[in-house]
C-alpha cells in the first residue's frame, strides 16, 4: 500500500498472503518443468566441472588473488550502475509524465531509442573518441547510457496507468509536489523499479563485448579469456560458479522487497488525464538536462558510426554480405522472440497466481541461467549434444534454444507484469460461464496481456539481433550475423569496416524500439 502521512487510499488492490492460490493445470505444470529442467543445463555443466576436478582443486581455483580482484570489479559495478539507472530511468519518466515540460511527445520515443544501441556498439563509439577510456568507470558510462531504459520505460508505464485522484488527495491534505513524489508515486513505482533493477543487474553479470572493448575486467570478460585463451575449463567454470551464487543474491534481494503484494485492479482509475505540474523556470535546467543525456546516449554512437561511414568511403559497403547478414539476423530474432515470448507465459502464470518456495524457484531459475556468460551456456549445450544428441549440434534448433535460455527473463519481466495487472476475478468469472480455460485464456488473459507481452516479444528481438558470444559458437556452419561480423571487423581495430554492421544493428533494432514504447502505452491504457 501506498505510505502518507495522512491516510489516502490506494489505486490498487493488494493481495494478502492468505489469498488462495491458483493450482497450475497439467500442460502448463509440464512446460514450466521442462523449462526448468532446460535452465539447470548450463548450471550443471558448472557443477560437473567442479566435481570433475576435485573440491581440493575447486577451492584453490576459488579462493584466488584473481577472483577476489574480479569479484570487487563486478560487484562495484553493479552497485554503482543499477542505482544511476533508476535514478535516470524514473528522473526522465516523471519529467515526462507528471510535469508539463513542452516537447514531451518528442521526448519519449528518444529515451526509448537508446535501446537500439547495443552496449558493445556504445563502447565502440566511445573508445573511437576517446581511445584510453578503460576500467570501472568506462564500464559504468557506457552500460548506463545503454541500459536506463529498462527502468524508464516500466516506470513511464506505471506513471500513466496511476490514479491522479490520489496525488491530488495527497495534495489537498498539505503534501508538496516533492513529499507527493516521495511518499506517494514512488512507492507505487516499487515493482517496476525492482523489475528493471533486476533486469539490468542481470544484463550486467553477463555483458562481455561491451567490457572486453574498454578493457574492464569482469567476471564474464575473464571467463571467456579462460576458455578461448588458454582453454582452462576448470578455472572457468570456477568463475561461472561464483558469478552463479552473485545472481542468486540478486534475487533474494529483488524478491524480499517486492514482498508478497500484487498490483491489479479493473479499470485504469479516473478516466482523465493527471495535471501536470508547472515546471516555470525549471523547464530550461530540465530541458538541458534531458537534451545532454539524449546526446551521450545517442548522439555520441550515432556521430561515430557516421564519422567511420565517411573515413571508409563506398569500398566498406559490401551489400551482398550486408543483405546476407541481415537476413539471417532477422530470422533468427523473429523465430526466438516468438518463441521464448509463448515459453514465459506458464512461468509468468505460475509466479504470479501462485506463492510459496516453489513459484519463486521456477521464476528465479531463469533469472540464474540468463546471468550466465553466453560463452558458458553455448559450451554446455555443446558439451551435452557432443554426447546426447549430437544431430543437434551447429543446428538452428540448438541456437533458437540458447537464446530462449538467455533471454527469458525479458520476456518474463514484461508477461509477469501484464498477468499481476490482470485481476484473478476475471478469470474465474469467464469460468463459472462454462468457458473453458483455454477458451478463457485466449479471450481473457491473453488480450489483456497482449501489450506486454509485445513489449517482451520486442525486447527477447532486440537482445538476439545483438547477441554475440553465444552465436560465435552455436550458429550453424555459414551462419554470419551483424553482432558476428561486427566484432570481427572491431576485433581487428578496422572500425570503419565494422560501421556498417553497426549502423544496420541500430536501424534494425530501433523500430522496435517504438513498438516497445507503444505498446508499454497500451499497457498503461489498460
Not at 174 to 194: E, K, N
Not at 264 to 274: H, L, V
Not at 434 to 462: E, I, K, N
Request: with cysteine; glycine share 8%.
Amino acid at each position: 500500500m501506498v505510505a502518507t502521512a495522512p491516510p489516502v487510499t490506494a489505486p490498487v488492490a493488494p493481495t494478502s498472503r492468505s489469498e488462495p492460490t491458483a493450482r497450475p493445470g497439467p500442460l502448463v505444470a509440464a512446460t514450466v518443468m521442462i523449462l526448468v529442467a532446460a535452465t539447470l543445463i548450463p548450471l550443471g555443466y558448472v557443477a560437473w566441472g567442479a566435481i570433475s576436478i576435485g573440491w581440493h582443486r575447486a577451492y584453490e581455483l576459488v579462493v584466488r588473488p584473481r577472483v577476489g580482484e574480479l569479484l570487487i570489479n563486478t560487484v562495484a559495478l553493479v552497485a554503482v550502475t543499477v542505482p544511476l539507472c533508476v535514478v535516470l530511468g524514473v528522473g526522465v519518466a516523471w519529467l515526462l509524465e507528471r510535469t508539463d515540460l513542452p516537447g514531451r511527445a518528442f521526448w519519449r520515443p528518444v529515451f526509448v531509442a537508446p535501446l537500439a544501441v547495443p552496449a558493445f556498439v556504445n563502447s565502440y563509439a566511445w573508445v573511437g573518441i576517446i581511445p584510453s577510456l578503460h576500467g570501472l568507470w568506462a564500464g559504468v558510462l557506457v552500460t548506463t547510457l545503454s541500459y536506463f531504459p529498462f527502468v524508464y520505460l516500466p516506470a513511464a508505464a506505471t506513471l500513466r496507468r496511476l490514479d491522479p485522484a490520489v496525488e491530488e488527495s495527497a495534495r489537498a491534505l498539505g503534501s508538496d509536489s516533492i513529499g507527493v513524489f516521495f511518499r506517494v508515486v514512488l512507492p507505487q513505482l516499487r515493482l517496476a523499479i525492482l523489475g528493471g533493477g533486476l533486469l539490468i543487474a542481470v544484463h550486467l553479470l553477463a555483458e562481455f563485448g561491451a567490457f572486453a572493448m574498454v578493457r574492464f575486467d569482469t567476471f564474464t570478460v575473464a571467463i571467456f579469456q579462460q576458455f578461448q585463451v588458454t582453454f582452462d575449463g576448470a578455472a572457468g567454470s570456477m568463475l561461472a560458479g561464483v558469478l552463479v551464487l552473485l545472481c542468486l543474491m540478486l534475487l533474494v534481494a529483488e524478491a524480499g522487497a517486492r514482498g508478497h503484494v500484487r498490483y491489479a485492479r479493473i479499470g485504469s482509475g479516473a478516466p482523465r488525464a493527471s495535471t501536470p505540474i508547472h515546471l516555470g523556470h525549471n523547464a530550461v535546467p530540465a530541458q538541458a538536462a534531458l537534451a545532454g543525456l539524449a546526446v551521450l546516449a545517442l548522439g555520441v554512437p550515432v556521430w561515430t558510426i557516421l564519422r567511420w561511414l565517411w573515413i571508409g568511403g563506398a569500398q566498406v559497403w559490401n551489400l551482398a554480405d550486408i543483405g546476407a547478414a541481415l537476413g539471417q539476423t532477422v530470422a533468427l530474432a523473429a523465430t526466438a522472440a516468438a518463441l521464448t515470448t509463448v515459453l514465459a507465459f506458464p512461468v509468468a502464470w505460475v509466479a504470479v497466481r501462485s506463492s510459496g518456495f516453489l513459484a519463486r524457484a521456477v521464476e528465479g531459475a531463469n533469472y540464474v541461467t540468463s546471468s550466465l556468460p553466453g560463452i558458458v551456456t553455448a559450451l554446455a549445450l555443446v558439451t551435452v549434444t557432443i554426447h546426447l544428441a549430437r544431430p543437434l549440434y551447429q543446428s538452428v534448433a540448438l541456437i533458437v534454444f540458447a537464446y530462449v535460455l538467455l533471454f527469458m527473463p525479458r520476456a518474463l519481466v514484461n508477461v509477469r507484469a501484464g498477468l499481476a495487472q490482470v485481476p484473478p476475478s476475471l478469470e474465474e468469472a469467464s469460468r463459472s460461464l462454462g468457458r473453458s480455460p483455454t477458451v478463457t485464456f485466449l479471450r481473457v488473459t491473453l488480450r489483456l496481456t497482449a501489450p506486454a507481452a509485445a513489449a517482451g516479444a520486442s525486447m527477447v528481438f532486440v537482445a538476439v539481433a545483438t547477441e554475440l558470444t553465444a552465436t560465435l559458437l552455436l550458429a550453424p556452419t555459414g551462419t554470419r550475423t551483424l553482432s558476428m561480423l561486427f566484432w570481427s571487423y572491431a576485433g581487428e581495430l578496422d572500425y570503419a569496416a565494422a560501421a556498417p554492421y553497426a549502423l544496420m544493428l541500430v536501424l534494425l533494432a530501433f523500430p522496435v524500439t517504438l513498438v516497445l514504447l507503444k505498446q508499454s502505452t497500451k499497457v498503461a491504457a489498460r
